[in-house]
């Protein structure tokens, strides 16, 4: 009679190295520790709340992103499309008479198309998530331009600037745009973990011909993400209005690239299917931590690009390698 041994127990670092999100937990402790060594006003409660504050709108593009990688797709058009959403909602505003509540919600259905046409074309189409969103950013760019006439919009009224107000926690002043882009993630992290559509947007992400035998209405699935995505550009276009003061066509132009880099230092796999938006959170974070302490010790910003880029390709490197190994 033969006896098999007992597989041994992972040890408790294995345990702990295993955890979602430990890298990019890992990755902040190093980061606040080294900076915190390099300057004492790092770790003071008004440059944590700026770091925050500075994050809040690539942040809340982010969200939108991982719904959109969780599928296995890419969007490039995020950051022109807020920038659009940014200067209707202020140009309808102040220029057009239009009461800033109604604005914000022609603003929110604008972006919201926006996602609707890419989810259309990448769902019903079949065409490539690079190539449509691509084209779409190259549309979004030239209106945001050409309906701005290049201007900056000043003299917002109260309601579109009320995100960038603080209130006092202590001795630190809070912006209502960070909680508000705190209550975003939270509401992002419900739906894809505690409902049977975000249970659908990993499935097809994972394997979208499975997705399909198993009933899963893969097209509406897309459709539904990618709206939901642009929507969700729409209330960073909100956050950005808050944070400037102005409508500004050319703010936020660049910030597709930032929202997929704090996606992808997130740990959101770019083939689908894994990932979470807390990971997303806790990458631009990391982003936005880097980039403040680099700021306080006087690195010059093209170094901050520099190291953010090593960053994302040592990240995909790393997702790379796990996939590998799991196959």
Do not use: C
């Not at 408790?12 to 915190?36: H, K």
């Not at 942040?59 to 995020?78: E, H, K, V």
């Not at 979208?208 to 509406?220: K, N, Q, S, V, Y």
């Not at 690195?299 to 390698?321: E, K, M, N, P, R």
């Amino acid at each position: 009679m033969t006896t098999t041994s007992a597989a041994p127990k992972p040890s408790a670092l294995t345990r702990v190295v295993a955890l979602p999100n430990f890298g990019p937990v890992a990755a902040i402790v190093l980061a606040v520790a080294f900076f915190a060594a390099q300057s004492d006003r790092f770790l003071t409660g008004g440059n944590l709340s700026l770091i925050v504050q500075q994050v809040m709108v690539v942040g809340t593009l982010a969200i939108g992103q991982t719904l959109i990688i969780l599928t296995a797709g890419i969007d490039l058009s995020n950051g022109a499309v807020m920038a659009l959403g940014n200067i209707v909602i202020t140009k309808l505003a102040v220029d057009s008479g239009v009461p800033p509540l109604a604005a914000i919600a022609l603003g929110l259905a604008l972006t919201a198309g926006f996602g609707l046409l890419n989810g259309s074309l990448v769902s019903l189409l079949r065409l490539p998530p690079f190539i449509v969103t691509l084209g779409t950013y190259g549309i979004a760019f030239a209106l945001t331009h050409i309906y701005s006439k290049e201007q900056t919009i000043s003299g917002l009224p109260g309601a579109l600037t009320f995100f960038g107000k603080t209130f006092p926690v202590g001795d630190t002043d809070i912006t209502y745009g960070s909680v508000a882009m705190l209550v975003l993630f939270g509401i992002a992290w419900y739906v894809l973990r505690q409902t049977a559509a975000g249970r659908h947007v990993y499935a097809v992400g994972n394997n979208p011909e499975a997705a399909r035998l198993t009933g899963i209405d893969t097209r509406r699935v897309l459709l539904g993400v990618y709206t939901a995505a642009g929507l969700i550009y729409g209330l960073a276009a909100l956050l950005l209005v808050a944070r400037t003061g102005v409508g500004d066509p050319n703010a936020g132009q660049t910030d597709n690239l930032d929202s997929i880099t704090a996606v992808v230092l997130g740990g959101t796999s770019l083939f689908g299917g894994r990932g979470s938006v807390i990971g997303t959170l806790l990458g631009a974070l990391i982003v936005g931590i880097i980039r403040n302490g680099l700021q306080l010790m006087g690195v010059a910003s093209i170094y901050q690009t520099l190291i953010t880029g090593v960053l994302v390709i040592a990240a995909v490197a790393i997702d790379q390698f796990n996939r590998g190994r799991q196959k």
